[in-house]
Structure formats: C-alpha cells, structure tokens
C-alpha cells in the first residue's frame, strides 16, 4: 500500500470521531442505528481498526454524508465533472449538482439535526430560492413565519425576504435547492403545454 493510501485510510477515525462528536452521538446509540458494535465503532474512531465497504455505508447513511467525504477521497476526475461535497464545522454538508456561471444554480444540503441551543440567524440577499425535502423534516423560517415542511413539499421564495433553514431535533434533513442569484424562478409546468 502506497503513503498516501496509507495516510487517507488513518485519517478515517479522526473523522468518523470529529462527526459523532458534533452530532452529541454516544457509541452506544450509534451502534444501535447501524448495528455496527460500539467496540469495532470505537477501535474505528481510534484509528486500531481501518473500516470495512459494510462499516462505512451504515455510517454515510446515518451522518448524511457520502463515503467520499468519511474518507477524503481524492479527486479522479474532470473537477467540472466531479463536483466534491462541501463539508462545515457544524456537520452540514453541501453538494454542488452545478458548476456553470449565471443562471439557476442547483445544490443538494444535508442538515445535521438541531438542538434548542442552536442559533438562528436570519439572512437575506439578492436573488430566489426554490427548495425541495428529499428526507427528513426541513424547518424555514421565512419572515415571520416558522414551516415544517416533510419530505415531497417544495417551497419558493424571494430571499431578499430573511431566511434561515435547518433540520430539527428528529433528525437530519436532506434537500434539494435551485437558486438564481438575479432573481430567477424555477419554472413548473402544472400541464401540458400547446405547441
């Protein structure tokens, strides 16, 4: 095995620890959503044992992550291809489906669950957003008003309106965006069109 392979498979523990920790996750609760024992979850975290193809799709799945991003995989192709996840301290992960300048831009969020501590901090800026729930619940909160919305129901919106989005305490949220910086909207066909 060359260093480098070496150095990318060390780097696992630490990063499957840094996400169970930013998650407040015990072992013995993440072993019980993956049905991975605490003691192989612990030796992994350590760095004693390096992680198995069927260890880490439990773990991708329960942190919403990709295995790309549990073992920092280098990039092998085109990067206007290979549109890499972009990871925060926070534990929420952002995956660009576009790589084009102007226009709609599209993304995929993932959104570690909240707790009642986290901070809510409204923004607004220039353009519009169109939301779609894959999984999870996504809470907005969009002027005065505070949406729940379920997996299935989109939402669009001016973002010069404040804004915030997050999960909730139930869990990750997982959605799709579409947002034009200059105010373009998504357009949704209700039927089908004359020629």
């Known amino acids: 095995m060359n260093e480098t392979a070496a150095e990318t498979l060390d780097a696992i523990g630490p990063r499957l620890k840094h996400l169970r920790l930013r998650r407040d996750v015990t072992l013995t609760t993440l072993a019980a959503e993956t049905g991975i024992s605490t003691s192989t979850l612990s030796r992994l975290e350590a760095g004693l044992r390096r992680p198995s193809l069927e260890q880490l799709l439990p773990l991708a799945r329960y942190y919403g992550v990709t295995i790309d991003y549990l073992v920092d995989a280098p990039r092998t ?10 990871a925060s ?11 084009r300048p102007g ?27 169109w939301a779609y729930v894959l999984d999870g619940t996504l809470r907005l909160i969009l002027g005065d008003q505070d949406l729940l919305l379920q997996p299935g129901e989109a939402v669009e919106f001016d973002t010069r309106t404040p804004h915030w989005f997050g999960a909730t305490r139930t869990g990750p949220v997982e959605y799709l965006s579409l947002f034009g910086r200059h105010g373009q909207r998504a357009h949704l066909r209700t039927q089908a069109e004359q020629l």
């Open 77 to 86: 192709a085109n990067p206007r291809i290979d549109l890499r996840p972009l």
């Open 89 to 99: 301290p926070d534990g929420s992960v952002v995956i660009p489906l576009t790589r």
């Open 103 to 129: 226009g709609i831009q599209a993304y995929r969020f993932v959104l570690p669950a909240s707790s009642d501590e986290d901070a809510i901090e409204l923004r607004s800026h220039q353009g519009y957003d």
